[in-house]
């Protein structure tokens, strides 16, 4: 999947560019939409705090830096006393995942409270009282649907495509 961002001058216009992503088969869940606060959105679905914070990069991180971390003090821990091999191998197994557990809950804390590193370029444009767009597209329809919705609305401005987007948005 990837998300493609479009910044939108109004409601009605957002609300045309929804129907055409929900007519090109692109499922509502897939489909987000950010406004400046206080905003009525209607029936437009709002994104939730997954979309607008930096959680599932920091989790990444977390994960990857806390697993490195337990491992190395396994590691540690297995080369400082004598043991067998079969008690290492469960000791350096044990510390690399409770690295990871840790690492991946306090990347968690740290990416919630953080705000989308990609949204902010548009947080101008959001405060102005635009509306930013995000579907998330299967990687091989990205210039179908793009071009689907510059035939239909030549005024929307598409910001361009995110390379990833995680498979539980």
């Known amino acids: 999947m990837r998300r ?3 910044l939108v001058p109004d409601i009605a216009i957002t609300k045309r560019i929804i129907d055409e992503l929900l007519l090109s088969r ?4 897939h489909i987000h ?3 400046k606060r ?3 959105l209607e029936d437009l679905p709002e994104a939730n705090l997954l979309q607008k ?5 920091a989790v990444e991180r977390g994960l990857a830096l806390g697993g490195s971390a337990g491992a190395l ?3 540690v821990a297995v080369a400082l006393p004598p043991a067998s091999t079969v008690i290492a191998g469960g000791v350096l197994l044990a510390s690399a995942l409770v690295g990871a557990g840790v690492g991946a ?3 968690s804390l740290i990416g919630v409270s953080t705000g989308s590193s990609r949204i902010k370029q548009f947080e101008e444009a959001i405060e102005a009282g635009q509306f930013l767009v995000l579907a998330d597209v299967p990687k091989n329809r990205v210039d179908e649907i793009e071009a ?3 035939a239909h609305l030549p005024t929307v401005e598409i910001e361009g495509t995110e390379p990833k987007i995680p498979a539980f948005p």
Not at 26 to 29: N, P
Not at 53 to 57: A, C, G, R, T
């Open 73 to 75: 003090a396994g590691l």
């Open 53 to 57: 914070s930096d959680f599932i990069p």
């Open 4 to 6: 493609i961002y479009f």
């Open 38 to 40: 206080g905003t009525e």
């Open 105 to 107: 809950w306090a990347g």
């Open 33 to 35: 939409v950010i406004a």
């Open 26 to 29: 692109i499922e509502e869940r």
């Open 148 to 150: 689907r919705i510059k």
